[in-house]
């Protein structure tokens, strides 16, 4: 998490604090493998099908 708190320009507790509220919110357990590779699945999916939607003009 220090990275991310570094990355964000926030401190590591801010980081782990709203994770903490994410896994709740949304009953989520990122401590469990599955869970966890099942959402960046999802996001990576949504990434693609965003950019997908929404080519980037060619130079």
Not at 3 to 18: C, D, E, G, K, M
Request: no cysteine.
């Amino acid at each position: 998490m220090p990275a991310t708190a570094a990355a964000l320009n926030v401190h590591v507790n801010s980081v782990r604090y709203r994770v903490d509220k994410l896994q709740s919110l949304f009953d989520l357990d990122l401590g469990d493998i599955d869970v966890f590779a099942w959402l960046l699945l999802q996001f990576r999916f949504a990434e693609f099908t965003a950019r997908s939607n929404h080519p980037e003009p060619r130079s």
